[in-house]
């Protein structure tokens, strides 16, 4: 049984080998890594799905920008305005 990536960062880096022996014979103790690999997984899907969704609103914004700019120069040629 392997530990989860999440536990294997910086900020358990004094506590590898405690992590290791509990992670195999404390069932709290791995349910509760488990929880929070999973928790990890989480955050980093929505921060990429929020930098995604930021992108294809700037996209968007950008095109009705540009398409608000070519309605009004089509009314302006075919117009007196």
């Known amino acids: 049984m392997s530990i989860p990536l999440a536990l294997q960062n910086e900020k358990f880096a004094n506590c590898q080998e405690s992590i290791k022996i509990l992670y195999l014979v404390d069932d709290n103790f791995r349910c509760m ?24 609103r700037m996209e968007y914004e950008t095109l009705s920008i540009e398409l608000e700019e070519e309605i009004l120069r089509y009314i302006a040629e075919r117009t007196d305005q």
């Open 33 to 56: 890594c488990d929880d929070y690999n999973i928790t990890k997984e989480n955050v980093e899907f929505f921060k990429q799905k929020t930098e995604e969704d930021f992108q294809c």
